[in-house]
């Protein structure tokens, strides 16, 4: 073991250091630094910087949430998908230069497969990603682009995986093809991958193990005063395999995706939400989740079972207590899809023309891309809960949150191929304080 001092400043010159700790690193955690810095003052600027012998790391900025009570406006980005090989990271620098208060990533922070044909931007190193050895070398790999490293050193992150930091639409402990992989391989694969995220990600708590379980705890709630609160959801550690068909992007309906057992979430922590769904001080509710929740129908009564369309029943209980009058301006964020949309949450699955109860932002990919969108495409006449649609394009969402509304901006990249490229405001949506659903 060896020690890293960490130093956090009230000025970008690190000038006035308010902590100066040392940290102790080990080889068992990939010589990581977790450092909680406490008693910082609530809803302001800091910035840190980490060293080592001679070196010294770039500084990074952070902003702590407004006190309890404080009703202060609010910038928030939000991401997912960053295939390396299929674009570069023009969005992540676009975000750096917002300077958000906060930025939230919703998984497929990495993907797990071997190097890809010549077309490619840029090559994974290795081979699938299976052991700790293959994930660690992964993450370095992705963490060493300097537009992914800007928007760290830009704002505080929170931040919970998708399937592909683990395995291609695996579901608590079933992996994508069970056929080719043992329960107790992929058991050790998952400890693996949660193991390296943990290691290489600004995330708290460590990875559990427990006989052959694992589990890295990121779901939680996160207030930034009066104005937001954060229900951060982990919908792949605890759900229940995919029903009905694997069929991709759609598969034919089956009473099995309406099953009231079927569990995205898991019990414990659909418990955990429970009375948090019930009550809040925010005046914007915000859940941050993986995949798609407003029911997207494709052509011949099809849905997509690894969305919330495969787990109908718990989602309808959500949609409940989202419902209630009482609860205040619900948002949904999800990622996974690539492709970028906003939906009106409609009060009747059935109807999708009927009153929303909550809006659904779906971020466009910062980089993977969308070869199902023409599928997405023939679907949208029946879709009309849908309010935008950001075709095959890269990007994310900028949110900005206040006293009369919230304001979403699609930023969209011209040319994923250029880490250069322009990145420009394809929509605004917004949604109205006290109202449902996007304003028109
Ligand atoms: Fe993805
Ligand atoms: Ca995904």
Same mark, same amino acid.
């Given at each position: ?48 910087? $980490? ?24 910038? &928030?980005? *939000? ?12 969005? *992540? ?11 939230? =990533? ?52 929170? &931040?919970?995986?998708?399937? =592909? ?35 290489? &990600? ?28 954060? %229900? ?20 034919? =309906? ?17 418990? $955990? ?69 906003? &939906? ?56 900005? $949150? ?26 605004? %949506? ?7 659903? $996007?304003?028109?």
């Amino acid at each position: 073991e060896t020690q890293v001092r960490g130093r956090v400043g009230r000025d970008e010159a690190m000038r006035d250091a308010v902590v100066d700790a040392r940290v102790t690193v080990t080889a068992e955690e990939g010589h990581s630094v977790h450092y909680v810095a406490e008693q910082l003052a609530p809803g302001r600027d800091y910035w840190y910087q $980490f060293y080592y012998g001679e070196e010294a790391s770039p500084v990074g900025r952070t902003r702590t949430a407004p006190a309890r009570g404080d009703d202060v406006p609010l910038r &928030m980005a *939000f991401a997912s998908c960053q295939h390396l090989e299929t674009g570069h990271y023009a969005a *992540f620098r676009d975000m750096a230069e917002q300077r958000p208060d906060l930025i939230i =990533h919703l998984g497929d922070y990495i993907y797990e497969y071997g190097p890809g044909g010549a077309d490619r931007v840029r090559q994974h190193q290795g081979a699938e990603t299976r052991t700790l050895w293959d994930y660690r070398t992964r993450y370095a790999q992705y963490r060493l682009d300097p537009h992914l490293q800007s928007a760290h050193a830009a704002a505080p992150w929170l &931040m919970v995986p998708d399937d =592909h930091e683990v395995d291609n639409n695996w579901a608590g402990y079933t992996p994508e093809d069970p056929d080719r992989q043992t329960d107790l391989e992929f058991r050790v694969r998952r400890w693996a991958a949660l193991k390296a995220y943990y290691e290489h &990600m600004p995330v708290e708590r460590p990875p559990q193990l427990s006989g052959l379980n694992s589990e890295l705890r990121l779901y939680d709630s996160y207030s930034f005063g009066r104005q937001l609160r954060v %229900l951060l959801m982990d919908t792949r550690q605890y759900r229940d395999d995919q029903v009905c068909s694997q069929a991709f992007p759609s598969a034919p =309906h089956c009473e099995a995706r309406l099953d009231p057992r079927l569990n995205k979430l898991g019990s414990a922590q659909e418990q $955990f939400f429970q009375p948090l769904l019930s009550s809040s001080e925010a005046r914007w509710n915000v859940l941050a989740q993986q995949t798609w929740f407003t029911s997207f129908r494709y052509p011949g009564n099809e849905y997509n079972m690894d969305q919330w369309d495969g787990y109908g029943a718990q989602r309808q209980r959500i949609k409940e207590k989202l419902a209630a009058p009482e609860f205040s301006n619900p948002v949904v964020l999800s990622g996974d899809w690539h492709c970028g949309a906003a &939906m009106n949450v409609p009060r009747d699955e059935t109807d999708p023309q009927s009153e929303p109860i909550a809006a659904e932002l779906a971020t466009a990919s910062i980089s993977s891309e969308c070869p199902w969108s023409a599928a997405v495409a023939r679907a949208l006449p029946e879709n009309p809960q849908l309010q935008y649609w950001s075709d095959n394009r890269r990007g994310y969402v900028l949110c900005e $949150f206040s006293a009369e509304r919230m304001q979403a901006d699609y930023r969209l990249v011209d040319s994923p191929r250029d880490p250069a490229s322009a990145v420009a405001v394809d929509r605004r %949506l917004e949604v109205t304080a006290g109202r449902r659903g $996007f304003a028109s």
